[in-house]
Nanobody, 128 residues
Framework: QVQLVESGGGLVQAGDSLRLSCAAS????????MGWFRQAPGKEREFVAAISWRGRSTYYADSVKGRFTISRDNAKNTVYLQMNSLKPEDSAVYYC?????????????????????WGQGTQVTVSS
């Protein structure tokens, strides 16, 4: 089992930055690919970003590419999502997720069903 706890959400203005953290405990964190997803009110949960288990590969949704950066520190069992130039449409509950399979390819990392563990989420609200 892996437990994931997100933090760092909050209320910011458009153009501001936030850094989300996802702390993992339990089984070996370093062996898991990690992803960030988000869900806005009335919408389905969507893929945001993913990072391979060693951090050598990343992938982003087009809507956040160039503004968000995913990273990980395996020594701290933590994955981060640096969010810059935030827009009101980025407002959502952000979830981190862990995939126990080390395979890392686009069709897999964007598929929520491939992730084995999920955090409870952290709210991000961007005002205009």
């Amino acid at each position: 089992q892996v437990q994931l706890v997100e933090s760092g959400g909050g209320l910011v203005q458009a153009g501001d930055s936030l850094r989300l953290s996802c702390a993992a405990s339990g089984r070996t964190f370093s062996g898991y690919a990690m992803g960030w997803f988000r869900q806005a009110p009335g919408k389905e949960r969507e893929f945001v970003a993913a990072i391979s288990w060693r951090g050598r590969s990343t992938y982003y949704a087009d809507s956040v590419k160039g503004r968000f950066t995913i990273s990980r520190d395996n020594a701290k069992n933590t994955v981060y999502l640096q969010m810059n130039s935030l827009k009101p449409e980025d407002s959502a509950v952000y979830y981190c997720a862990a995939d126990s399979d080390r395979a890392f390819y686009i069709t897999r990392v964007v598929d929520q069903s491939e992730y084995d563990y999920w955090g409870q989420g952290t709210q991000v609200t961007v005002s205009s």
